[in-house]
């Protein structure tokens, strides 16, 4: 029997059934406009935001700008009553860390501003001079001792400099000169040449500041130490001999040292001690236990009240818990954390060895004196003095730190994609020198007969 013919446009009778079969497409599928949809949509848009070349430069400016100005509220709010107990303005301690930060503004933006190149140049005259005033703090009727410490040079009137804080900047700025200029000729795969003379200028910075007796710095000059030695390629062996020897070396510090060990002991602790040695670490605990989830308002808090010692300074974040609560903690841990990210991202991606070196030193500084601070005052770490970047009170401190920052923003800006990126915005008053006003003038210039412009 003839197969019977199949009209035009007409489907078989087996193609239809399974046709109408077929499940309709859902609205909730990868293509339709559920919720799951939303979802990854928004995931990919924030995908390709977060990828952006000029990602890096906000998070650095950004998280810097609010970590400073958070801080400069905070100071203010802990020390009132510090300047009043001292017969001070209620102000006055604020005023003295908002002329710190206005200073440090203009060098953050002088520091963004600057090229590679003059980074370099600087390497070699900042760590002399960091060194020489290092030395002149050691000298008699020069050098201030403040509990212990003496670390300070008196500028006259109510300011003081503290050279120590300028040698994590000085440590960074030569060492990353150095390793980069070594590692274009090739040798760093030298061990000899991987050391020296970056461990034992090191060391000599370590001496000085020891000389002090603040071991606080000395830790965070070690830590940038060991970050320069770990983005150089370090082995594993050389790396662990010298945190080895660092960590010997810390251990006969705080052992010939009662304070220090009494800090040592005060890790956890949750009772004063027999003699009150504890006093500072439980208080910052209570402070932070009983700010709650938002905290019992800015400027009530009561540990400022004299009971926790210093409360705008190393211990300033106890106070943020107490006042502001889990949720501004979180905050600056946050911060930290994108500024962190940022710092990263730049090492890694940029092909400037000095680049890398320095970035990723600036990142290791604040980072890890982020870490000790924060896990003092939480009772994880012993106290060691050290404020909390950007934040504490302490104009010596804020300075570099805020010059570091302003590298950081300028090694941003100086990635290939964040150039281009940054080359392609035009001003949006006067003239474009690629757009129609600046044809336009040119077109003029050349009808002229005289040829005079």
């Not at 509990?147 to 500028?155: K, V």
């Amino acid at each position: 029997m003839p197969a019977k013919q199949m009209l035009p446009g007409r489907r078989p009778t087996a193609v239809r059934a399974q046709a109408r079969k077929r499940p309709a497409p859902s609205a909730k599928g990868p293509g339709g406009h559920g919720p799951l949809a939303g979802l990854r949509r928004t995931h990919r848009q924030l995908r390709r935001t977060w990828d952006r070349p000029l990602t890096a430069y906000y998070l650095i400016f950004g998280s810097s700008l609010l970590i400073t100005v958070l801080g400069l509220v905070m100071v203010y709010s802990a020390s009132m009553i510090k300047a009043l107990q001292l017969g001070l303005a209620p102000s006055y301690f604020f005023q003295k860390q908002f002329l710190a930060a206005s200073i440090g503004t203009g060098l953050l933006l002088a520091a963004s501003r600057m090229p590679v190149k003059l980074h370099r140049a600087l390497a070699y005259p900042v760590l002399a001079g960091t060194v020489f005033l290092m030395v002149l703090v050691q000298i008699p009727g020069i050098g201030v001792s403040i509990q212990g410490n003496q670390n300070w040079i008196s500028l006259g009137g109510p300011f003081m400099l503290q050279p120590s804080e300028f040698g994590k900047l000085a440590l960074i700025l030569w060492g990353a000169d150095l390793l980069a200029r070594k590692g274009d000729r090739g040798l760093l795969t030298q061990w000899k040449h991987l050391l020296v003379p970056l461990v034992p200028v090191a060391f000599l910075l370590l001496g000085l500041i020891m000389l002090g007796g603040d071991m606080g710095t000395a830790m965070i000059l070690c830590a940038i130490l060991f970050g320069l030695l770990w983005l150089a390629g370090a082995p594993t062996r050389l790396f662990v001999g010298v945190l080895a020897v660092a960590a010997t070396i810390g251990a006969v510090l705080i052992k010939t040292a009662p304070h220090r060990m009494e800090r040592l002991s005060c890790i956890g602790a949750t009772d004063l001690g027999p003699k009150g040695e504890c006093w500072q670490a439980v208080h910052g605990i209570f402070a932070l236990a009983s700010g709650g989830w938002f905290g019992s308002g800015l400027g009530a808090s009561v540990e400022k009240w004299g009971e926790l010692p210093e409360a705008h300074n190393d211990f300033i974040f106890a106070i943020t818990g107490e006042e502001l609560g889990l949720a501004g903690t979180l905050s600056v841990l946050g911060l930290f954390a994108a500024l962190g990210y940022a710092g990263i991202r730049v090492a890694g991606r940029t092909e400037d060895s000095f680049v890398r070196y320095a970035a990723g030193g600036v990142t290791t500084w604040i980072t890890a004196q982020a870490v000790i601070n924060i896990g003092a005052v939480l009772g994880l770490l012993p106290i060691a003095g050290v404020p909390l970047p950007l934040f504490s009170y302490g104009g010596s401190a804020l300075l570099p730190t805020m010059f570091a920052v302003g590298l950081l923003i300028a090694f941003a800006r100086e990635e290939p994609a964040a150039r281009a990126a940054l080359a392609m915005r035009q001003p949006k008053f006067g003239w474009k020198r690629s757009g129609p006003i600046w044809k336009s003038m040119r077109r003029r210039v050349k009808k002229r007969p005289s040829g005079e412009r």
